[in-house]
Protein backbone atom coordinates (compact mmCIF):
# COMPACT_ATOMS: atom_id res chain seq x y z
CA UNK A 1 0.00 0.00 0.00
CA UNK A 2 1.86 3.58 -0.83
CA UNK A 3 0.05 6.88 -0.18
CA UNK A 4 0.98 10.08 -1.83
CA UNK A 5 -0.09 13.70 -1.05
CA UNK A 6 -0.45 16.50 -4.12
CA UNK A 7 -1.97 19.90 -3.80
CA UNK A 8 -0.62 23.50 -4.16
CA UNK A 9 2.50 24.41 -2.16
CA UNK A 10 1.77 28.04 -1.45
CA UNK A 11 -1.36 28.99 -0.50
CA UNK A 12 -2.70 32.53 0.26
CA UNK A 13 -4.39 33.81 3.65
CA UNK A 14 -8.04 33.37 3.41
CA UNK A 15 -8.61 31.11 0.79
CA UNK A 16 -8.52 27.09 0.98
CA UNK A 17 -6.06 24.79 1.40
CA UNK A 18 -6.95 21.35 -1.23
CA UNK A 19 -4.64 18.57 -0.99
CA UNK A 20 -5.29 14.95 -2.53
CA UNK A 21 -4.79 11.73 -1.30
CA UNK A 22 -3.79 9.01 -3.71
CA UNK A 23 -3.65 5.25 -2.82
CA UNK A 24 -2.37 2.07 -4.83
CA UNK A 25 -2.01 -0.77 -4.03
CA UNK A 26 -5.75 -1.60 -1.75
CA UNK A 27 -9.21 -0.06 -2.78
CA UNK A 28 -10.22 2.84 -0.49
CA UNK A 29 -13.79 1.28 -0.17
CA UNK A 30 -12.49 -2.48 1.35
CA UNK A 31 -11.92 -0.92 4.65
CA UNK A 32 -10.09 1.12 7.38
CA UNK A 33 -10.58 5.02 8.06
CA UNK A 34 -8.68 7.50 5.84
CA UNK A 35 -6.87 10.49 7.44
CA UNK A 36 -5.23 13.74 7.68
CA UNK A 37 -2.42 14.86 10.23
CA UNK A 38 -0.44 17.71 9.85
CA UNK A 39 2.70 18.85 11.50
CA UNK A 40 3.64 22.70 11.86
CA UNK A 41 7.28 23.57 11.98
CA UNK A 42 8.76 23.03 14.65
CA UNK A 43 6.08 21.68 16.51
CA UNK A 44 4.18 18.29 17.12
CA UNK A 45 1.84 16.32 15.06
CA UNK A 46 -2.21 17.27 14.82
CA UNK A 47 -4.47 15.03 13.45
CA UNK A 48 -6.95 16.88 11.19
CA UNK A 49 -9.82 14.72 10.69
CA UNK A 50 -10.37 11.44 8.96
CA UNK A 51 -13.42 9.66 6.43
CA UNK A 52 -14.53 5.94 6.97
CA UNK A 53 -15.02 3.45 4.03
CA UNK A 54 -18.27 4.07 4.60
CA UNK A 55 -17.90 8.03 4.20
CA UNK A 56 -18.60 8.96 7.96
CA UNK A 57 -16.29 11.31 8.65
CA UNK A 58 -14.39 12.72 12.13
CA UNK A 59 -12.75 15.91 12.84
CA UNK A 60 -10.76 17.75 14.93
CA UNK A 61 -12.66 19.74 17.48
CA UNK A 62 -10.84 22.81 16.96
CA UNK A 63 -10.58 22.36 13.12
CA UNK A 64 -14.14 21.45 12.40
CA UNK A 65 -15.84 24.23 11.23
CA UNK A 66 -13.11 24.51 8.55
CA UNK A 67 -12.66 21.11 7.30
CA UNK A 68 -14.03 18.67 4.92
CA UNK A 69 -12.85 15.40 4.02
CA UNK A 70 -14.00 13.26 1.13
CA UNK A 71 -13.20 10.33 -1.03
CA UNK A 72 -13.74 10.28 -4.50
CA UNK A 73 -13.87 5.79 -5.41
CA UNK A 74 -13.93 6.53 -9.05
CA UNK A 75 -10.02 7.58 -8.50
CA UNK A 76 -9.23 5.69 -5.13
CA UNK A 77 -8.21 8.82 -3.33
CA UNK A 78 -9.46 10.85 -0.67
CA UNK A 79 -8.97 14.93 -0.01
CA UNK A 80 -8.28 17.43 2.33
CA UNK A 81 -10.09 20.96 1.95
CA UNK A 82 -9.63 23.61 4.61
CA UNK A 83 -11.25 26.60 4.23
CA UNK A 84 -10.13 30.61 5.89
CA UNK A 85 -6.20 29.34 6.15
CA UNK A 86 -4.15 31.78 8.09
CA UNK A 87 -0.25 30.97 8.79
CA UNK A 88 -1.22 29.03 11.72
CA UNK A 89 -1.72 26.34 8.74
CA UNK A 90 1.60 25.98 7.56
CA UNK A 91 2.76 22.88 8.01
CA UNK A 92 3.69 19.50 6.87
CA UNK A 93 0.49 17.51 5.77
CA UNK A 94 0.61 14.04 5.72
CA UNK A 95 -2.27 11.58 4.52
CA UNK A 96 -2.79 8.13 6.19
CA UNK A 97 -4.34 4.54 6.43
CA UNK A 98 -6.03 4.31 10.01
CA UNK A 99 -5.66 0.49 10.64
CA UNK A 100 -7.83 -1.58 13.02
CA UNK A 101 -5.75 -3.30 15.88
CA UNK A 102 -8.59 -5.38 17.37
CA UNK A 103 -11.52 -4.72 19.28
CA UNK A 104 -14.39 -4.86 17.31
CA UNK A 105 -13.10 -1.93 15.14
CA UNK A 106 -14.42 0.62 16.97
CA UNK A 107 -12.74 4.05 16.47
CA UNK A 108 -10.53 4.22 19.56
CA UNK A 109 -8.71 0.78 18.26
CA UNK A 110 -7.38 2.32 14.89
CA UNK A 111 -3.66 3.66 14.21
CA UNK A 112 -1.95 4.89 11.44
CA UNK A 113 -0.22 2.15 10.11
CA UNK A 114 0.71 3.61 6.77
CA UNK A 115 1.63 7.22 6.11
CA UNK A 116 2.14 9.35 3.02
CA UNK A 117 5.89 11.18 2.73
CA UNK A 118 4.18 14.44 3.31
CA UNK A 119 3.07 17.52 2.04
CA UNK A 120 4.88 21.45 2.80
CA UNK A 121 1.61 23.75 2.71
CA UNK A 122 2.84 27.43 3.26
CA UNK A 123 0.50 29.70 3.92
CA UNK A 124 1.48 33.13 3.17
CA UNK A 125 0.99 36.59 0.81
CA UNK B 1 -4.36 16.28 25.86
CA UNK B 2 -1.36 13.66 26.17
CA UNK B 3 1.58 14.67 27.43
CA UNK B 4 5.07 13.51 26.73
CA UNK B 5 8.84 14.92 28.35
CA UNK B 6 9.95 17.42 25.65
CA UNK B 7 13.23 15.06 25.48
CA UNK B 8 15.15 12.40 27.06
CA UNK B 9 18.78 10.93 26.37
CA UNK B 10 20.99 7.83 26.73
CA UNK B 11 24.14 6.63 25.69
CA UNK B 12 24.72 3.86 22.89
CA UNK B 13 23.71 0.59 24.83
CA UNK B 14 21.25 2.23 27.48
CA UNK B 15 17.71 2.02 28.37
CA UNK B 16 15.66 4.88 27.96
CA UNK B 17 11.70 5.51 28.81
CA UNK B 18 9.13 7.60 26.94
CA UNK B 19 6.02 8.56 28.85
CA UNK B 20 2.69 9.42 27.81
CA UNK B 21 0.17 10.56 30.22
CA UNK B 22 -3.25 10.88 29.94
CA UNK B 23 -6.35 11.10 31.23
CA UNK B 24 -10.39 9.27 31.84
CA UNK B 25 -11.12 9.98 28.42
CA UNK B 26 -8.22 8.68 26.33
CA UNK B 27 -6.05 6.33 27.70
CA UNK B 28 -7.75 5.90 31.02
CA UNK B 29 -10.84 5.15 29.42
CA UNK B 30 -9.31 2.52 28.29
CA UNK B 31 -8.26 3.13 24.93
CA UNK B 32 -5.49 1.67 23.25
CA UNK B 33 -1.45 3.87 22.94
CA UNK B 34 0.03 3.74 19.72
CA UNK B 35 3.96 5.13 19.51
CA UNK B 36 5.79 6.68 16.26
CA UNK B 37 8.96 7.48 14.91
CA UNK B 38 9.41 10.44 13.52
CA UNK B 39 12.78 11.81 11.40
CA UNK B 40 13.54 14.62 10.01
CA UNK B 41 12.38 14.85 6.48
CA UNK B 42 10.31 11.38 6.83
CA UNK B 43 7.28 9.73 7.17
CA UNK B 44 6.44 9.09 11.08
CA UNK B 45 6.57 4.90 11.39
CA UNK B 46 4.92 2.62 13.86
CA UNK B 47 6.85 1.54 16.22
CA UNK B 48 3.91 0.11 18.78
CA UNK B 49 0.50 -0.70 18.68
CA UNK B 50 -1.99 -1.77 20.88
CA UNK B 51 -0.10 -1.00 24.02
CA UNK B 52 2.57 -3.87 24.07
CA UNK B 53 2.79 -4.92 20.20
CA UNK B 54 5.46 -4.26 17.91
CA UNK B 55 4.94 -4.59 13.85
CA UNK B 56 7.43 -6.27 11.88
CA UNK B 57 10.49 -5.27 11.36
CA UNK B 58 10.49 -3.40 15.14
CA UNK B 59 13.16 -4.65 16.94
CA UNK B 60 12.39 -6.32 20.27
CA UNK B 61 14.95 -3.75 21.75
CA UNK B 62 10.84 -1.88 21.67
CA UNK B 63 8.88 -2.34 24.70
CA UNK B 64 5.31 -0.67 25.53
CA UNK B 65 3.17 -0.31 28.75
CA UNK B 66 0.14 0.75 30.13
CA UNK B 67 -1.52 1.67 33.47
CA UNK B 68 -4.53 3.69 34.10
CA UNK B 69 -4.06 6.73 32.50
CA UNK B 70 -0.16 6.50 31.25
CA UNK B 71 1.66 4.63 28.78
CA UNK B 72 5.36 4.38 28.54
CA UNK B 73 7.71 3.38 25.63
CA UNK B 74 10.80 1.65 26.58
CA UNK B 75 13.72 1.13 24.40
CA UNK B 76 16.67 -1.35 25.42
CA UNK B 77 20.57 -1.24 23.85
CA UNK B 78 20.44 2.62 22.19
CA UNK B 79 21.35 2.83 19.16
CA UNK B 80 21.89 5.91 16.48
CA UNK B 81 19.17 4.74 14.53
CA UNK B 82 16.86 5.23 17.81
CA UNK B 83 17.20 9.08 17.32
CA UNK B 84 14.04 11.10 16.66
CA UNK B 85 10.95 12.05 17.86
CA UNK B 86 8.58 9.33 19.04
CA UNK B 87 4.78 10.85 19.71
CA UNK B 88 2.42 8.56 21.67
CA UNK B 89 -1.68 8.36 20.01
CA UNK B 90 -4.46 7.43 21.77
CA UNK B 91 -8.49 8.66 20.99
CA UNK B 92 -10.04 10.75 23.15
CA UNK B 93 -13.96 10.06 23.80
CA UNK B 94 -14.72 13.94 25.34
CA UNK B 95 -12.76 15.20 21.72
CA UNK B 96 -14.62 11.93 19.12
CA UNK B 97 -11.45 11.49 17.96
CA UNK B 98 -7.99 10.41 17.80
CA UNK B 99 -5.42 12.96 19.44
CA UNK B 100 -1.47 12.62 19.61
CA UNK B 101 1.01 13.46 22.38
CA UNK B 102 3.35 16.60 21.85
CA UNK B 103 6.41 14.36 20.91
CA UNK B 104 9.34 13.49 22.89
CA UNK B 105 13.02 14.24 21.20
CA UNK B 106 15.19 11.31 21.91
CA UNK B 107 18.84 12.00 21.45
CA UNK B 108 21.60 9.57 22.06
CA UNK B 109 24.66 10.62 22.96
Known amino acids: VQLQESGPELVKPSETLSLTCAVS?????????WGWIRQPPGKGLEWIGSIHHNGNTYYSSSLRSRVTISVDTSRNQFSLRLSSVTAADTAVYYCARQECSGGGCYPQYYYMDVWGKGTTVTVSS | VLTQPPSVSGAPGQRVTITCTGSSSNIGAPYDVYWYHVLPGTAPKVVMYANTNRPSGVPDRFSGSKSDTSASLAITGLQAEDEGDYYCQSYDSSLSGWVFGGGTKLTVL
Open chain 1, 25 to 33: GYSITSGFY
